[in-house]
């Protein structure tokens, strides 16, 4: 009905099985991270790309670029390529570049990294406490290699990161220091950032609805999902 075509999307990290049933499911990262043929995951990003036109999408929330580090991560895990950051950023273009040659848009996640934290993001704000230093040398390593390779969108996490944010319970996802300043001016990313879903309690449980929206653009963000 509508006049203006609408842009569709799915989280695909395994190809439309995570979210679509009869529909093929790939190896989950973790898997994926012990191929040596990177060209493989290349392939398999193609494949995804020609499933998703077959239903009408234009763009997969992934790959998720988090570097394995937290053995306790409760919802990370499997998800994740590798605990190498080399290996998580050449899987990661690969993955992307596989879909985006084929006209599907990849989106990095979740920025600027969610792996080491005991606390999933669903269900509570998780603290990701290390330094700028180490967050420069590990975490934003490979969302610094998407973005200098051309990935056309970053979903941003809801995380407590002091060191990018120190305002108390002040997610990521809400925070323009982190998405404007550092996100889109420091690293120079130029793709669409789309938030991460703003039902979840990492960051509905400090503001309300209508707060998390409008702090969620004053951020920077340029799509609010749910």
Known sequence: LSKIPLFMAIDGEWGLNMRLDSTIAYPKQMTLGAIQNNQL??????????????V???????????????????????????E??????????MYMKGMQDNHIMACGKPFPGHVDTDVDSHY????????????????????RALSDYGIGSIMVGHLQVPALDNRENRPTTLSRNTITN??????????LIFTDALEMKGVTKHFGGGIVAAEALLAGNDILCL
């Open 182 to 191: 550092l996100l889109r001016k420091e690293i120079g990313f130029k793709g």
């Open 56 to 82: 009408g999408l234009h763009i997969n929330f992934a790959p998720d670029a988090d570097i394995n580090s937290n053995g306790l991560n409760p919802v990370i895990g499997y998800r994740a390529f590798s």
């Open 41 to 54: 995951i290349y392939d398999m990003g193609v494949n995804i790309a020609n499933e998703c036109k077959r």
């Open 84 to 93: 190498s950051k080399a290996e998580v950023t050449q899987k990661s273009i």
């Open 124 to 143: 509570d704000l998780p603290i990701i406490r290390h330094n700028r230093s180490r967050l420069d040398s590990v975490e934003l390593y490979p969302f």
